[in-house]
């Protein structure tokens, strides 16, 4: 906020509490905001924790005011950090993995092997189906990308169904773009909301998935031909955390995606695509963290462009900036749009 920069001795002197809490001045605060659609930011010196939680951002057309933010898009933003450090760490265990896979032919013999390497998609599908069959509470998946084939999709309806019949409950994140995707709507159509819950989220882990809390499924090569079934108790339980807290950040599939602030012109998807040219990523990086085509990508950032009116990729950084569309703390953490994006 230029001109209205709050303090942190001043900050500590109106606001005892911690930073991640809000005070009930600032919880009617923020009602008076929702109601007016916004507020004068002079109003928020006596109420920082509103800026700290992320619940109003500057408006776009005048600094001097301050609009409202979903709660749900701002759980979103504060969540975006850890996700990040989670998702690096995640990568970072099954690189470990994978590279004391070779010494599982040594212990073979050992029925209770943590770590087992499935090779070939036929040995896949057959462990995925056994640990269907066996699971009685509860099947977690987090499924990367924008679509699945539609012979994919049958196959996870037959292990879905056989997983509820033994009275599994399942639940699924998918990222952002899935929700325009005929095959994983159809595939959603004959699951009983019952059984399922859904979930969308900007970005994901890579493909993984969880059968009552005692076997974990992931890739161990790029092209998803060979996979690491995972059983010991403290790694499965680290991966459950972390599945955890991409579930608290993801918004449900019947719930309508935050928009960038109110009143803008682009979508969520487009939101996400802007926040990630901002920090420097070049087109076909930001397509493979969001799921969808490079083509698709660029479809997405020609219609910024348009709605904007930028005349080119270094404008485009700049209103993308300017107008709060990617995200509140753009302006300060930036690198502006790589060379050549």
Known sequence: MRGHQITTD????????????LCDPAVRLYEEAVRAGRIPATALESVPCLIDMAVVHP????DTWMRPVPPSAALA?????????????L????????????????????????????????????????????????VLTAQPGSNRPLNGMRWAITNARTAIGRGAQLRHIYQHPA????????????????????????????????????????????????????????LVAYLVQVYEVLWAQAVPFAQQLPSAAPGAQVTAVQQSIARL?????????????????????????????????????????????????????????????????
Not at 10 to 21: L, V, Y
Not at 59 to 62: A, H, I
Not at 220 to 230: E, G, N, S
Not at 287 to 313: F, P
């Open 179 to 234: 929700r325009y995707s005929t095959n994983i709507r159809d595939y959603l159509a004959q699951i009983s909301p019952d059984h399922l819950q859904v979930r969308t989220t900007e970005q994901t882990v890579e493909r993984l998935i969880i059968f009552d809390r005692d076997v974990a499924f992931i890739p161990a090569t790029p092209d998803r031909t060979m996979a690491l079934q995972l059983r010991h108790p403290a």
């Open 277 to 341: 040219l901002v920090e420097g990523d070049v087109d076909d990086v930001v397509a493979r963290k969001l799921g969808i085509s490079v083509r698709t990508c660029r479809s997405h950032i020609s219609k910024l462009t348009q709605t904007l009116g930028a005349h080119s990729r270094t404008h485009l950084g700049a209103l993308l900036v300017r107008s709060g569309i990617a995200g509140q703390d753009a302006g300060t953490a930036a690198k502006g749009p790589a060379p050549g994006a």
């Open 77 to 89: 933003h504060l969540l975006q950090p850890l996700t990040r450090e989670l998702d690096e760490r």
């Open 91 to 138: 990568q970072l265990a099954a690189a470990l993995s994978r590279s004391l896979a070779p010494l599982a032919g040594v212990a073979s013999a050992d029925p209770d092997l943590a770590i087992t390497v499935l090779e070939g998609r036929p040995a896949i599908e057959a462990a995925l189906r056994e640990a269907s069959a066996s699971a009685t509470e509860q």
């Open 59 to 62: 408006d776009p057309q005048d």
């Open 10 to 21: 001043e900050a500590n002197h109106a606001h005892p509490h911690g930073s991640r809490t």
